[in-house]
């Protein structure tokens, strides 16, 4: 039984998706009709956001920082990395404050805010190309607010206020 609203959700096609709250892992093989729950990593704090980019593939982000891998939907997970928020801590909301997109298993980008409510608060971006062994970050121009990437990772559209969107494309 889902009894918070999810924030999260990764599909690579209109049947293949994961699904995720802070507290809840599920997937799908056929649209979202049936979902398979799965458990959460054993050391896992909370979960701020998923991705998969196929085969079952993907990642989880915890609200720490720290970062899992699946190559089974989730039956299994293992840490890979821990990305550092200095400051940044991530308050609870129903609104996505952690969007995240892999290419591959190398190829990835996070994007972090601290809250949901539009404040004049840093949103960071952190850059990998080497599976998270290492990570770039950057302060994104932007106020913070919830947060979605587009599935390419090029695009990222934050709530930054009140019927406020701002659109930001990333330049590599």
């Not at 924030?7 to 998706?17: K, T």
């Not at 840490?79 to 609870?92: A, C, P, Q, V, Y």
């Not at 599935?151 to 406020?164: A, F, K």
Request: aromatic share 10%; glycine share 10%; hydrophobic share 40%.
């Amino acid at each position: 039984t889902i009894t918070n609203p999810c924030h999260s959700a990764s599909f690579l096609d209109e049947n293949v998706g994961w699904l995720a709250n802070s507290n809840l892992f599920g997937t799908t093989v056929d649209g979202g009709a049936t979902w398979t729950m799965q458990p959460l990593p054993e050391s896992a704090h909370k979960i701020a956001t998923i991705d998969t980019y196929g085969g079952g593939e993907g990642y989880l982000l915890d609200q720490s920082g720290v970062l899992f891998f699946t190559q089974d939907d989730g039956a299994h997970w293992r840490e890979t990395s821990r990305i550092d928020l200095g400051n940044l801590k991530m308050s609870f909301s129903v609104y996505q404050l952690a969007a995240m997109r892999f290419t591959d298993s190398q190829h990835g980008l996070i994007v972090v805010s601290p809250t949901d409510k539009g404040k004049p608060e840093p949103v960071l971006a952190f850059h990998t190309s080497d599976g998270g062994a290492t990570w770039t970050s950057e302060i994104v121009p932007v106020v913070a607010g919830p947060v979605y990437l587009a599935l390419d990772g090029n695009l990222l559209t934050v709530i930054s206020g009140v019927n406020q969107l701002t659109l930001l494309r990333y330049e590599k």
